[in-house]
């Protein structure tokens, strides 16, 4: 089994900056990548971004490119998600993922991940 726990969600104003974490526990953090997703009330989750085992591969959503960087700290067994020049549009419960394989680039769809956090609440206020 694998635990996931995100922190570092908040309200902000536009144009804000906020830091999540999603640290690991239960298995080898450092052969697997990890994904950022969100979603919002009604909504489907969508893909924010991505990295690979080895943190050299990273994959963002067209929607937050240039804005969010992704990276991990394999000897924290912790993946980041820096989020700058925040919209209200951003605003969503953001999801870490763990890819349900080893050693793979990083995925962009929900289904390649088998483990998840409870997810962390950001909140862009215009």
């Known amino acids: 089994q694998v635990q996931l726990v995100e922190s570092g969600g908040g309200l902000v104003h536009t144009g804000g900056s906020l830091r999540l974490s999603c640290a690991a526990s239960g298995r080898t953090f450092s052969i697997y990548a990890m994904g950022w997703f969100r979603q919002t009330p009604g909504q489907e989750r969508e893909f924010v971004s991505a990295?690979?085992?080895?943190?050299?591969?990273?994959v963002y959503a067209d929607s937050v490119k240039g804005r969010f960087t992704i990276s991990r700290d394999n000897a924290k067994k912790t993946v980041y998600l820096q989020m700058n020049s925040l919209k209200p549009e951003d605003t969503a419960v953001y999801y870490c993922?763990?890819?349900?394989?080893?050693?793979?680039?990083?995925?962009?769809?929900?289904?390649?991940?088998?483990?998840w956090g409870q997810g962390t609440q950001v909140t862009v206020s215009s």
């Open positions: 990295i690979s085992w080895s943190g050299d591969t990273t």
């Open positions: 993922a763990a890819d349900q394989l080893a050693l793979r680039v990083p995925k962009i769809k929900g289904s390649e991940y088998k483990y």
